[in-house]
């Protein structure tokens, strides 16, 4: 007889698996911990899921992936058209909230893609998430003529691989939206501030 499975139970396993991936990470996560989260036998488990990859990939599909990555580039871009780093308009607010909204639905998984991907099939999604911000933010800087020196490229890279921590430890830090707004506020305001700072830096060594 086939086995009848529930719908509810699957539902569960997987609200358990992104508690497990979101708090260790793929490399850190086991069919034994989802089951413990879950409250069932790690057998129940694999009665739904043949493996850590084929429940991985329920938890976070490809799809996710790459709307969260559109997202991104919508984001960066549309900083890019705005009047100034520091002054994002009306399409720039707009691409801002698109994100943020992700982030309030889908906060476990992007936890996991920001921070805990690492030997999984989306691993390398935190150097895709950097590139995406430095490529635009390199692009911006230098659209009149200007250059980075090595040292500013380093300075500027590093800024947005801890920007992609940043972002996984506000999200890690509390799962309440008003609160996860408020950090994301607060974080931008630094951020877009000190780019602007940059830039005016990056201006004058290039004028002088």
Not at 41 to 56: M, W
Not at 180 to 199: C, N, V
Request: hydrophobic share 50%; glycine share 6%; net charge negative.
């Amino acid at each position: 007889m086939a086995q009848r499975l529930k719908p509810e139970l699957r539902s569960r396993i997987l609200d358990a698996a992104r508690e497990v991936f979101a708090d260790g990470g793929y490399a850190g996560a086991t069919m034994a911990k989802v089951a413990s989260c879950a409250g069932i036998s790690t057998g129940n488990v694999y009665r739904y899921f043949r493996n850590k990859d084929e429940l991985f990939e329920c938890v976070v599909p490809d799809s996710l992936r790459r709307r969260f990555l559109a997202l991104v580039h919508d984001r960066v871009a549309a900083l890019g058209r705005a009047p100034a780093i520091d002054a994002p308009d009306a399409p720039a607010e707009s691409a801002a909230e698109a994100l943020l909204a992700f982030f309030v639905a889908h906060r476990r998984e992007a936890i996991i893609l920001l921070a805990g991907a690492d030997g999984s099939c989306h691993e390398g999604f935190d150097a895709l998430f950097t590139d995406a911000l430095y490529e635009q933010a390199e692009a911006q800087l230098t659209a009149g003529g200007a250059r980075l020196s090595p040292p500013e490229r380093l300075v500027l890279r590093t800024v947005f691989e801890n920007t992609v921590r940043m972002l996984a430890a506000i999200l890690a830090a509390d799962d309440d939206e008003a609160r996860i707004r408020a950090a994301f506020a607060a974080f931008w305001r630094y951020q877009l501030a000190g780019l602007a700072g940059f830039a005016e830096g990056v201006e004058r060594c290039t004028t002088t």
